[in-house]
């Protein structure tokens, strides 16, 4: 990651163009790198103390924006439902929500009821999408399924107290009522 914005910073290769330059993920994406150069500018080369205080900690910023608009784009020219689209937009925007601020005067409250928005309007259509792209043999998270949700909590097990210290659990019982005996000690 740090090489290749390093590479991109210099000139040295280029990403595919955007697809649409008025959008709000390429506005986002090309601000931080044209902070990144403009910092880079005032450097004597990227091989210094500076560029490594000055440009790699932004690196992770720059390549999630790289990402988040080109799949955005894929998105976009996949054709998948507007609902999707907005919420990823609308996620994507959130995850920076200063930059957004301060370069284009989008508060938060309007980015918090914009996201709500499209999770509003997406929500009812999680699972037939989760359905078409016949996740279910790959995904194997608890919360995906009612069923699979109460087999994990089931197992999961409860400290009801304290016994002797806050450092130490006697007694700990999981949901279905078997007891195992645990010490812990910070």
């Known amino acids: ?58 690196c992770e910023k720059l390549t999630l924006s790289m990402g988040y608009r080109m799949a955005y784009e894929a998105a976009v020219e996949a054709r998948l439902d507007p609902r999707i689209i907005n919420l990823f937009r609308a ?18 409250e309007t980015m918090f009821l914009d996201e709500d928005q499209a999770l509003n309007d997406a929500l009812p259509f999680l699972d037939k999408w989760a359905d078409d792209l016949e996740v279910a043999d790959y995904v194997h998270a608890p919360i995906t399924s009612g069923e699979r949700w109460s087999e994990f909590f089931d197992k999961l097990e409860v400290c009801p107290s304290y016994v002797n210290s806050p450092s130490q659990f006697d007694n700990i019982v999981s949901k279905n009522g078997s007891k195992t005996q645990l010490q812990a000690r910070l």
Not at 8 to 25: M, S
Request: proline share 4%; hydrophobic share 40%.
């Open 1 to 58: 990651m740090l090489g290749l914005i390093s590479e991109l910073l210099i000139g040295r290769y280029e990403v595919p163009a955007a697809q649409d330059t008025n959008g709000i993920l390429y506005k986002h994406e090309r601000g931080l790198f044209d902070e990144a150069a403009s910092v880079l500018s005032g450097l004597p080369h990227h091989r210094t103390d500076a560029f490594n205080r000055l440009i790699l900690p932004r």
């Open 91 to 108: 996620s994507s925007v959130r995850w920076d929500e200063g930059w957004y601020t301060e370069a284009m005067g989008v508060s938060r």
